[in-house]
């Protein structure tokens, strides 16, 4: 059973930084895609950013492109998300999400899918 573990969310205040963690487990794939979707109070899911495992290829959102970086460590099945610049627009619940295969999806494709992780930034 596939397992996706989130952590690293919190209170940030705007300009600050903070770093996510999804740790993924439960699985044999050869090929994956693993990314961020968040999910802000009265707005629509969207798709932050993206890893495809094989060639570690990226995608990211136009908001956030330039301050969060997306990257994985295999041999920890750990992905990460380095979030810079926070914005108080960056504050929603973010989730790491996997879909077997190597192209990054759209945000509502994505097969399997982490508890969610808080990030607030305010002042």
């Known amino acids: 059973q596939v397992q996706l573990v989130e952590s690293g969310g919190g209170l940030v205040q705007p300009g600050g930084s903070l770093r996510l963690s999804c740790s993924v487990s439960?699985?044999?794939?050869?090929?994956?895609?693993i990314g961020w979707v968040r999910r802000a109070p009265r707005k629509e899911r969207e798709g932050v950013s993206c890893?495809?495992?094989?060639?570690?290829?990226?995608v990211y959102s136009d908001s956030v492109k330039g301050r969060f970086t997306i990257s994985l460590d295999r041999a920890k099945n750990t992905v990460y998300l380095q979030m810079n610049s926070l914005k108080p627009e960056d504050t929603a619940v973010y989730y790491c999400?996997?879909?077997?295969?190597?192209?990054?999806?759209?945000?509502?494709?994505?097969?399997?899918w982490g508890q969610g992780t808080q990030v607030t930034v305010s002042s």
């Open positions: 999400a996997l879909l077997p295969g190597s192209t990054c999806p759209s945000p509502d494709r994505y097969t399997y």
């Open positions: 439960g699985f044999t794939l050869d090929y994956y895609s």
């Open positions: 890893i495809s495992n094989n060639d570690y290829t990226t």
